[in-house]
């Protein structure tokens, strides 16, 4: 089965009679961080399995050698089932449902020792993982602007601040994206769960909607948005506010999350197919900013407008070609 920006390798086992198709997964623990993930993959899984979130069972597992016996959900994923044409609000109805399940009922009997990164999404992980991941790979890296990730580091504290005021907090995938999420012919189903974590409720709703492996129209993702809220509402009025304070400032970090992840897989895995996606991750990065319009955030903003302006000003609406090193 074709991979993508992990090192797993996947395979299907055909089924045949009435046994049903199975996947093989091989995670070989090559370091101890391959170890505390494939631990993070076997328990959140199993965690999740029981909770009745729609995860794969995971029949057989063998964590010395790092490989997982599953089973298998499907191969039509909600990237491919939204860009062949079909509709895409009652698909993504149907994974908001998905996503409250994992969320509400995920974080009850959640033991953070579990996960292989933090115990929760925190300042921590926007920093190291996101914003200054941003300003590694892709600012630094990528396109060569080593003097303007300095001038950065006011902005992107203040951001995190603002969004890890979130109380109280649910279980977050933290990957939540169309490739994730798999569409069979009953029901839909979540893979690469191994990040999961509590985190607050509106981070893996930005996950979705700003996936630039879906570019979905503004109306689409207002409407997708206000479907989650309702949800939210009904369940707890403290969960609403509480992303209705956050949500922007969420959605800014999982926006340089994207890009930072898509430049380091494009220059240090050699996966450049990856570079496709970044002119339309910079293109929403520069509308968030602008429409919140936080003076906190200006010097993020300038540097942001300035590498549109320079590097990806019309790249949305015709070939890209990535700046000479």
């Not at 090559?30 to 029981?50: D, P, Q, T, V, W």
Request: glycine share 8%; charged share 25%.
């Amino acid at each position: 089965m074709a991979g993508d920006g992990s090192d797993r390798t996947f395979w299907r086992i055909p089924g045949y009679g009435t046994r049903p198709s199975l996947v093989a997964v091989s995670s070989p623990p090559r370091n101890a961080f391959k170890r505390r993930e494939n631990r993070a993959y076997l328990e959140i899984g199993r965690h999740l399995y029981a909770r009745g979130v729609a995860v794969p069972r995971i029949y057989a597992f063998d964590l010395d050698r790092g490989w997982f016996l599953m089973e298998d959900m499907g191969a039509s994923t909600l990237q491919e089932r939204v860009l062949g044409g079909e509709d895409p609000i009652p698909l993504y109805r149907r994974v908001l449902d998905l996503l409250f399940r994992l969320q509400i009922r995920g974080i009850e009997g959640f033991d953070p020792g579990w996960c292989c990164q933090t115990r929760a999404y925190d300042t921590l992980v926007m920093r190291r993982y996101e914003s200054d991941y941003f300003a590694d790979a892709f600012l630094g890296s990528f396109l060569g602007l080593k003097r303007e990730v300095s001038g950065l580091v006011e902005a992107f504290d203040h951001m995190a601040r603002k969004a890890a005021v979130a109380r109280p907090l649910v279980l977050i995938h933290r990957d939540f994206q169309s490739r994730n999420i798999l569409v069979g012919p009953h029901r839909l189903g979540i893979v690469d769960w191994q990040g999961a974590r509590p985190g607050p409720p509106g981070y893996d709703l930005a996950s979705l909607i700003i996936d630039p492996y879906v570019p979905l129209k503004q109306e689409a993702a207002v409407e997708i948005r206000r479907a989650y809220e309702a949800l939210l509402r009904e369940y707890s009025s403290t969960l609403w506010e509480t992303f209705e304070e956050t949500f922007e400032y969420l959605a800014l970090q999982r926006n340089l999350q994207i890009l930072g992840a898509f430049s380091f897989l494009a220059q240090s895995r050699g996966k450049r197919y990856f570079e496709r996606y970044i002119p339309p991750a910079v293109a929403g990065l520069r509308a968030r900013l602008l429409g919140l319009g936080d003076p906190a955030l200006e010097p993020l903003r300038e540097v942001v407008e300035g590498t549109w302006t320079r590097r990806f000003a019309g790249a949305c609406t015709g070939p890209w070609t990535r700046p000479a090193d």
